[in-house]
């Protein structure tokens, strides 16, 4: 582990090292990361200052206190240090997120993510007009078909509209199959926006 320590008005002691240390254990299991650290302890009319910087791959992150003994800084500011850490993870994960989304939102929105052609087209050089050709990628490959046999969303005996809906419901059903009183089969389908659409079959 590499870091470097300063002590102003104040001697770096083992006790000390071993606590900046053990802290700092803590965040590289936190980050994943391997990182510099730069440790500033100072002295100054009995108060105990402790800096405590560290250099993972997306920026410095700081941790900052001031108690009345090294020890209890040092803790403090490893503390920050800590919470800012899996802030920065959280924040550095949703990014990847966002960017994987959008970069498959531009792949099926024809944006290409390898580069587009350049050509020119016209009778002669100087007529010639520069086109920029788009490469759209291949068609998506088709997922196999899984399908799941399910008595539950189909009633057994004649029922209203209301007591399909009812029933639907209770059984939690997004799709829904009965027989009305005449025997007309219908399926209640219950859509996104959480109305429910009734088809009736000929």
Known sequence: MNVEYTGRHYEVTPAIRKEVETGLAKIRKILRDRFETKVILTVEKHRHHAEITISPRNGPLVGLAQAKDMTMAVNEALDHLEKQAVKYKTKWHAKKRAARRTEEANKWNGHSTQEDVQTAVGLSETTAVPV???KFPAAAKT???????????VAMRPMTLEEAIKEAHFRDRDVFVFRDTK??????HRKRDGKMELIEAP
Do not use: C, F, Y
């Open 183 to 188: 025997g007309k089969v219908m399926v209640l």
């Open 132 to 134: 920029l050709v788009h």
């Open 143 to 153: 997922t196999e078909i899984h399908l799941l046999r399910s008595d539950e969303a």
